[in-house]
């Protein structure tokens, strides 16, 4: 059993930066591929970023490309989405999610997941 809890989301004005941290609770933190995903209100949640257990490999949505960034620090069992020239298309919920015994692939579909958080806001204001 894995929990996540994300943090670090706010208001922002359009072309700010934002980080947002998920800390993961467990001893196999490294065998645990990560994801960020995001719903706005009326919408589908859709993937943004994940990251391979190992911290090696990464995959991006084609929105997410060139402004996030998506990391990880096993010592602290914390995944790290650096969000940069942000826009109001970006206003979401945003929430983190792990999968098991991943350690070294990446997944863009919720259903791979096993974990999810709660979420954080993230507004943007034009």
């Known amino acids: 059993q894995v929990h996540v809890v994300e943090s670090g989301g706010g208001l922002v004005q359009a072309g700010g930066s934002l980080r947002l941290s998920c800390a993961a609770s467990?001893?196999?933190?490294?065998?645990?591929?990560m994801g960020w995903f995001r719903q706005a209100p009326g919408k589908e949640r859709e993937f943004v970023a994940g990251?391979?257990?190992?911290?090696?490999?990464?995959y991006y949505a084609d929105s997410a490309k060139g402004r996030f960034t998506i990391s990880r620090d096993s010592a602290k069992n914390t995944v790290y989405l650096q969000m940069s020239s942000l826009k109001p298309e970006d206003t979401a919920v945003y929430h983190c999610a792990a999968r098991g015994g991943a350690a070294a692939g990446v997944y863009y579909t919720g259903s791979a997941y096993d974990y999810w958080g709660q979420g954080t806001q993230v507004t943007v204001s034009s």
């Open positions: 990251i391979s257990g190992n911290g090696i490999s990464t």
């Open positions: 467990g001893r196999t933190f490294s065998r645990y591929a």
